[in-house]
Every structure is written in C-alpha cells, then in structure tokens.
C-alpha cells in the first residue's frame, strides 16, 4: 500500500510498527520455546529513539547496541528474517546462530556489534570514530546504550577521548527508567543525565521519546554536528512496558505506575497523529499493520524452518582460518586413552 504524503512522520511510522511488531514476535518465539537460550530483552516502548535517532543516519555511519538492540539494528536496515533466525540459534541468522539476541553485529550494514555487558560496546565508536577521521570518510559512529550504563565509568573514559579528539560520534543514552529492577531516580542523585555531557567539552541534549519527529529533528541536529567533529550526547526518555527480561514480570512496579507509562506510547501517538492531522485515515492504517504483521509472523516461520548449525562449525569466524581448530575435550581425552593402550 502506498500513502501520498509527505510528512515526515508518515515515513517513520511504519519502521516503529515493524519494530513493535517485530519484538512481539520475539517474545512468541520464547514462549514457544524456540529462542536460543533463556534471556531476551525487549525494547517495545522505546522505538521512537530507534527509529528518530536510525532515520538521521547515513549508509556508511556505523553504531553499537546493547542488550535491547533488536530495534536499532531494524531502524538501520537489518532483514528481520535473519534476524529471528540469529535470535533462534540458527545457522541462517546474522552471526550462523552464535551470537542470539544480544550479540547480533553485521559490518555490512554498519552495526559493530551488540553487547550484552552494560556500557561494553561503547568504546568501540570512539575507534570507528577515530578510524573514520584518519580516512576522511565523512561518517559518524553512534553507541546505542541504556540508562544503566550511565554508571559505567567506560562511558565517561569514551565521551572523553571523542570530545578531547573532536570525533564524530554521537552516545545515545535510551532512558527507559530502569536498570534492571532499580528506578534512575533511586541510582542517581540528578536523572537529568544530558548534563553529564558538559563537563567533558559534549553537547548534552535531552528528549521526549515518545515523539518520534522530536528524536529525529534533534537527533539530525547531534549527529550533523558529529559530522563536523562536534561530539554530542543525547538522552531519549522512554518507558519500558515490560521488565528487563522475557521472564521478569517486572514485582518492583505497581500497576498504576505501568498504566501511566503505557500512556507514552510512541507507536499510538505517531498513529493518532497521523489520524488527527488528516495525513492518514485509520483504515490505511489499519491495513498497513495487517500487512507488516503478515510479514513478522513470516519471521518465526523462517527462523523455525532455519537449519540448526552443524557441530564441525563450532570455531568458525573464532580463530584465524589459518589456525588449526582446537582439538575438542572429547576428542583429546578419546586420543590420550587410545595412545595409552
């Protein structure tokens, strides 16, 4: 289906309803007991700092996510087939089924890696930051990362050397209001985390991450910036609808509070936005969320019909291809005793 607008915020919809879709989809997955491994952490709620933040970056930039990362990696052109196939384990997925959810990376599209320690991929935009100087490639490199990481003193290390370097990066701090089971405003003594930026020389932004055309007007500005070698740091403030993790049922909340949050859902604002300003009636809409929710239950299909990595792939893509792979224990203790006889 096509829509004859030209509003910026009918472009970005349908990329934050496929992500919602999209982790939907990863949360069936695990119920069905065909995700590999037992931790999943979705970023439903937190799409439009995917999407505003994904939307004002070029081919050729590159980034890294945390462990919430799915929608990210969408917003920056990842195929969700291979990526549900990674989340399953399958040799069809990004990394042949070895990374899962929480270490996707594919350096074609730019992404260098998801991390599943707190604040652990952030230094590496200050080396493609750096790299990107030295070959006057014109791209910016962001760190994608959680309010967590904000205590990790790895962040403060990195925003150092880009502001003392001049680089183009941009840390993009997604404040979904928790680090695990702890609220911001019980880890820290001032939650407007955009201040942080100041002291080391960062422009420090803060922004409503309900707003989807709020996150990509500054999130151009920072990372247009970036570009001219004026690191920045932007906090987008979201909610995150359910816990940390797939099985959290997240006890440290209230209904009330949970209830609250929903209300800045990014995806429904964006939809009644669209809807009150005559850009797009309810029933386009409508059938534009059948169609990608067509094509997301198609994701599980693929990911379930993948093949399972074969056992001699193990050390694939670990060791140098000229190394000889490492004898297994297995096979090691079955040539000890052989040689014993």
């Known amino acids: 289906m096509e829509t004859q607008t030209n509003s910026r915020l009918a472009e970005l919809y349908p990329m934050m309803r496929r992500i919602r879709t999209f982790e939907e989809r990863v949360g069936e997955l695990f119920v069905r007991g065909q995700s590999a491994g037992s931790m999943l952490h979705l970023s439903i709620g937190e799409e439009a700092a995917a999407v505003g933040v994904g939307a004002a970056m070029r081919d050729g930039d590159t980034f890294t996510t945390h462990h ?62 750096l790299a990107a100087r030295h070959k006057r490639s014109d791209s910016v490199s962001v760190a994608f990362f959680g309010d967590g990481a904000t205590g990790q003193g790895v962040l403060y290390e990195s925003m150092n050397m880009a502001a003392l370097w001049r680089l183009p990066v ?81 006890p440290y909340r209230d209904d009330a509070e949970e209830s609250e949050g929903r209300l800045r859902d990014p995806v429904i604002k964006a939809r009644e936005t669209l809807i009150s300003r005559g850009e797009i009636d309810g029933s386009s809409l409508d059938e534009m969320d059948q169609n990608i929710a067509a094509e997301m239950d198609a994701t599980i299909d693929f990911a379930a019909d993948a093949r399972e990595p074969q056992l001699d792939s193990i050390f694939d893509d670990v060791y140098d291809p000229s190394t000889p792979p490492p004898e297994s224990v297995r096979g090691r203790l079955a040539r000890i005793l052989g040689q014993s006889q």
């Not at 929608?71 to 089924?97: H, Q």
């Open 68 to 129: 919430r990362g799915h929608g990210v990696f969408l917003a920056r052109g990842a195929d969700p087939r291979l990526m549900m196939a990674e989340i399953a384990g399958k040799e069809t997925g990004y990394c042949s089924g070895k990374g899962g959810s929480m270490h996707i990376a594919d350096m074609k599209l730019g992404h260098l890696g998801a991390n599943a320690i707190v604040g652990g991929g952030i230094p590496s935009v200050v080396g493609a930051g």
């Open 170 to 250: 941009l840390f993009v701090c997604i404040n979904n209001q928790y680090g695990m089971g702890t609220r911001i405003d019980n880890a820290t003594a001032d939650p407007d985390l955009y201040k942080r930026a100041i002291p080391f020389g960062l422009k420090g932004a803060a922004v409503d991450g309900s707003d989807v055309e709020a996150v990509a007007e500054i999130a151009g500005e920072m990372i247009g910036d970036a570009r001219a070698g004026k690191p920045g740091f932007l906090v987008v403030d979201c909610y995150r609808f359910y816990g940390h993790a797939r099985m959290d049922k997240s």
